[in-house]
Structure formats: C-alpha cells, structure tokens
C-alpha cells in the first residue's frame, strides 16, 4: 500500500516537472569575442590594485587582486569591429600564481546585443580554460552556459584571447517582453 502511494506520489510529482517544463522557452546562443587587455604603457586595461604587504604585485603573484575595462573586438586584431568590453575583478589564488579568481560582465555596446550584460564566475588557469555564466540582462535575461578562453596572443605587457561564450536561457513563457528577446 505505501509502496504504491509513493509511486502514485512521484508520477504527480513528474506531471507537474513537465507541466513547469513545457510553460518556458529555451533559446541556445554561440558567440565568439575577442578580448585586448593591455597591462602597461598607453592604453593600460589592467590595473593591479591589491596584494599582500612586502611583496612585489603582479598579476601571477600569489594574492594580488586586479580590475580589468578591457575591449571586446569581433577578431583578434585591435582594429576589428568593437563589440564591447570585459569589465571585472580577478585575484591570483593559487600559491604558485598560475589560477585566477574571476568575476566578471560582458558589456556588449554595439550590434544586435547593444546594451546586454553576460555575467561571469570562475576560475582560470593552465589547466581550467571555462569560466561559468552565471546571469545576464536585457537579451540575456536568464543566462546560463559556459566560456571557453583560449589565448591568441600573450606578451609581456599585451595578452589576446578568444572568447566562445554558450549561452542558454529558458525564458518562462509569462516573461513579460519575451518578443524583444
């Protein structure tokens, strides 16, 4: 008898996750940035702003905290079509500088997503190259997915790195303006 009023229980319990299911729009977006973060010199992007006391900061030093306002280019040449910018905060937490706390916004300012925000959590390092989506607004309200970084060009003062963001937002169908999403 109680095993049969638990499976009556979970078959209602699965016809409401359906019900909810069916009641939202899922949309999959891929799009792929160009990222310029300039960490010295004319131009400067990056700017170390914390560390720890009687040590040299730099941005693979154990506990040193950064801000970065960093442009955001269709290809990885400088020239190439903005398409936003990186803004956020990042600190070295691994003892032997090679991982990166990251919390950070892509501001899109021009083109079909002008005026969106994808929202960034993670970590980054040799060997963690995705950083978690974590929220968005305006195109990307209800934001979730994943990032993939891949360095293009790294030099002592300039790094490049692709950016693929995919991005996947399940839109409640009563959202109110899903028409402009």
Same mark, same amino acid.
């Given at each position: 008898?109680?095993?049969?009023?638990?499976?009556?229980?979970?078959?209602?319990?699965?016809? $409401?996750?359906?019900?909810?299911?069916?009641?939202?729009?899922?949309?999959?977006? !891929?799009?792929?940035?160009?990222? !310029?973060?300039?960490?010295?010199?004319?131009?400067?992007?990056?700017?170390?702003?914390?560390?720890?006391?009687?040590?040299?900061?730099? $941005?693979?030093?154990?506990? #040193?905290? %950064? *801000?970065? &306002?960093?442009?955001?280019?269709?290809?990885? #040449?400088?020239?190439?079509?903005? *398409?936003?910018?990186?803004?956020?905060?990042?600190? *070295?937490? #691994?003892?032997?500088?090679?991982?990166?706390? /990251?919390?950070?916004?892509? !501001?899109?300012?021009?083109?079909?997503?002008?005026?969106?925000?994808?929202?960034?959590?993670?970590?980054?390092?040799?060997?963690?190259?995705?950083?978690?989506?974590?929220?968005?607004?305006?195109? $990307?309200?209800?934001?979730?997915? %994943?990032?993939?970084?891949? @360095? *293009?060009?790294?030099?002592? &003062?300039? /790094?490049?790195?692709?950016?693929?963001? %995919?991005?996947?937002?399940?839109? @409640?169908?009563?959202? @109110? &303006?899903?028409?402009?999403?």
């Amino acid at each position: 008898m109680a095993k049969s009023l638990a499976i009556a229980s979970l078959q209602i319990l699965s016809l $409401f996750l359906l019900a909810s299911l069916a009641q939202s729009r899922t949309s999959v977006t !891929h799009l792929t940035v160009y990222e !310029h973060e300039v960490r010295s010199g004319a131009g400067q992007s990056a700017f170390l702003v914390a560390g720890l006391r009687n040590v040299t900061w730099s $941005f693979s030093q154990f506990g #040193s905290v %950064y *801000v970065a &306002d960093n442009i955001l280019t269709r290809s990885a #040449s400088i020239k190439s079509q903005l *398409v936003g910018r990186l803004q956020g905060i990042g600190g *070295v937490v #691994s003892l032997d500088g090679t991982t990166i706390q /990251v919390l950070a916004s892509i !501001h899109f300012t021009t083109g079909e997503y002008s005026g969106s925000t994808v929202e960034l959590k993670g970590i980054s390092s040799a060997d963690v190259n995705q950083t978690a989506i974590v929220g968005g607004t305006n195109r $990307f309200v209800y934001a979730t997915g %994943y990032t993939t970084v891949q @360095p *293009v060009t790294v030099a002592a &003062d300039l /790094v490049v790195a692709r950016w693929d963001l %995919y991005i996947r937002q399940d839109i @409640p169908e009563d959202f @109110p &303006d899903t028409a402009a999403l």
